[in-house]
């Protein structure tokens, strides 16, 4: 009987587990088969392990994506930094290339050249003359002091960072030089002219030819009540002079009667003034008087005599 009961117990049991695995065999013949809610459920328990992996990978996935904004928005926000720094030292380089050889700005700090030009404008310095260009008649010029023309100003103290940043924009030329050592004032005798002051009507006198100057200041004489004068400018050298003729320290003051030492070495001319820019009422473009030099022959020759009255020209 004991050797009976394990044989039934094993017989019982072993149709249970056929049944079972029939039925396994069955639900996933069932979960195979189209339609059937049994093996929808069967599918869907499956189906549940599937999501939980596949929510694994999904989280993995939002945080590649993640890391990539974040990539991608940082390389974005560097590549705008990088850009604006190129452009930045473009500039700079740019704007010290014009300053050097093109062009470079300056302020006036004084009256010696008004009408034309007043105390505290801003002009643009045209370095293409002398050197491309050559200098003419009535060119306004800035220049250097050529020999303790200028009197030892009170210099604006500037220290520090602000003192720093003002010297760095000077140098590339993105603001007006401020230096104490140049001037400006206008050309109105190249080498070999024969400059007088003044003819019987009180004006000046460049190879003969006299001058009808309508740049000079109002009010003012066109030697400015100062001494008569009678040189020949050297080689190599211009004759300057301001348009307020009776407040302008120019060539007439500095000269030892010779012209050698009142005109200015075209070596130290910085270039020609074209145009005023700032402020923005006073801006004009700073045109040659060629009208005022046209009858001026050139150096060592002698002006035309003008007929006198009631005697016909030739």
Known sequence: MSEDKPGRDDQRVQPQRTQVEE????????AAAPGDSEGAEDEGGDGQGGDGQGGDSEAVEDGAVEDDDRQTFGQAVWAGVREIVIVVMMATVLSFVVKTWLLQAFYIPSGSMEDTL??????IV???TPGPFDLSRGD????????NWLMEAPKVQRTGFNGALHATLVFVGLLPDDSDNHLIKRVVGLPGDHVTCCDTDARL???GASLTEPYVKAGDTPNGDRPPF???VPAGRVWVMGD????????RLHDDGKGRTGSVPIERVTGRAVTVVWPVDHVTWLSQPERVFRS????GSTAPTPPASGTPAP
């Open 23 to 30: 039925a396994g065999v069955d639900g996933a013949e069932a």
């Open 118 to 123: 007043v105390r505290d404008d801003r002009v």
């Open 126 to 128: 045209s370095k293409l």
């Open 140 to 147: 306004i010029v800035v220049f250097e002091d050529p020999g």
């Open 205 to 207: 006198v460049v190879n």
């Open 230 to 232: 009678d040189i020949v």
């Open 244 to 251: 307020h003729r009776s407040d302008s320290s120019d060539s």
């Open 296 to 299: 001026v022959p050139p150096p």
